[in-house]
């Protein structure tokens, strides 16, 4: 198999191409770099790699391909794929972007979760196959027993999304006004004497001046929080809370939210300052009045990248934060426990590095599939 893969140097790229090369993915299948700009240069030294880079919008190179993966972007998904499937191409396009989520000739990948759907869809020879949103992601892989068990009747989810969800834009100026802020009350801070309220009102009017850079989203992010994320859809909802509940039906191949058999997904996305990887804090209404002890069970079960938290103090604080889960493939679960409006209601708290499962490690699964198949 001949393998095209744009947008490798970006964010998610990078990572995609971390686990490739530690999977020895690249050993597999005849890999062929493109670029946006430096066609021409040198590609990436891997395993049967071609050594120069092609243009990313040339349509004979991508045509050559039998599969292409793309962590470019939409806009360039939006601008290339219809060109190249209108010339003829009929390879298999993988891809991070968000484009063509919920097209209706594409499939949402999240193998651990769905793979009967997967499955289904390459013998119906569906050809386009696209990662999800990060948090919905992240989140059916962590509730992926009860799901399995169809014992979920609906779920709310408070995210707490960290600024690499916006990008290395979000995440530099984050680092940036973290450190303006410390400028801001460093003599303060020097002095054991000075009073706290003082520190405060250092800070929270460096907060509200013009000081800090907000290129990216219009707001400061450290020291406060962001409670939009993407769009204003104009009913009170952003454009993230309404992926949630779209995309998780459709990678569950359940129907669509609010019609029968779907699974009801709501909730809040809020933009924080951890640099990287999404918590969110959920609640969910349960079919059955289980034990749980016997919930705990089910979701440790489900994959082998789920793991139980112990509810309790300690244990929370040291294993349900974005600071121990970046970098990991693990996803933690926890604050576990029965909620007063009745047995049937249960919390949870999860956290996943929305760069690997939530990002690249579902492409480079992807792949692996089709190289297994074909």
Same mark, same amino acid.
């Given at each position: ?221 450290? =020291? ?36 029968? =058999? ?113």
């Amino acid at each position: 198999m001949k393998v095209g893969i744009v947008g490798w140097r970006g964010m998610v790229g990078s990572v995609l191409m971390q686990r490739m090369s530690a999977e020895k993915d690249f050993e597999l299948f005849d890999a062929v770099f493109f670029s946006t700009s430096n066609a021409g240069g040198d590609a990436p030294q891997v395993a049967r790699a071609d050594r120069t880079l092609k243009d990313a919008s040339d349509l004979k190179a991508l045509a050559a391909c039998d599969t292409i993966v793309t962590a470019q972007g939409g806009d360039y998904t939006n601008d290339v794929f219809p060109k190249l499937r209108a010339a003829g191409w009929k390879g298999y396009w993988i891809d991070a972007a968000s484009a063509l989520r919920m097209s209706d000739d594409a499939v949402i990948i999240l193998d651990p979760v769905n793979l009967p759907v997967i499955n289904d869809a390459l013998a119906r020879g569906v050809k386009d196959y696209i990662g999800s949103n990060c948090t919905v992601g992240l989140m059916l892989l962590a509730l992926d027993g009860l799901l399995k068990a169809d014992l979920i009747e609906w779920v709310s989810a408070m995210t707490y999304q960290a600024a690499s969800g916006a990008g290395a834009p979000q995440m530099r100026e984050l680092i940036e006004q973290m450190g303006q802020l410390h400028s801001s009350a460093r003599d303060l801070l020097s002095d054991p004497a000075s009073a706290i309220l003082e520190i405060d009102h250092a800070v929270s009017m460096t907060l509200l001046s013009d000081q800090l850079p907000a290129r990216s989203i219009g707001a400061p992010l450290a =020291g406060s929080l962001i409670p939009w994320i993407h769009t204003d859809l104009g009913d009170g909802i952003s454009g993230e809370e309404r992926k949630a509940g779209a995309e998780a039906n459709k990678i569950l191949g359940r129907p669509a939210m609010g019609e029968p =058999g779907s699974l009801i997904v709501e909730g809040l996305c809020v933009r924080v300052g951890a640099m990287r990887c999404h918590s969110q804090a959920l609640t969910m209404k349960l079919r059955a009045d289980l034990p749980l002890s016997e919930i705990e069970k089910i979701l440790a079960d489900a994959n082998e990248w789920v793991t139980v938290i112990s509810n309790n103090r300690d244990d929370s604080i040291r294993e349900l934060s974005p600071a121990k889960v970046t970098g990991t493939m693990s996803i933690p679960i926890g604050r576990l426990r029965k909620l007063a409006m009745g047995p049937e209601y249960l919390s949870a708290f999860t956290v996943g590095d929305q760069l690997l499962w939530g990002a690249a490690e579902p492409l480079r699964r992807m792949l692996r599939l089709l190289l297994n198949k074909l």
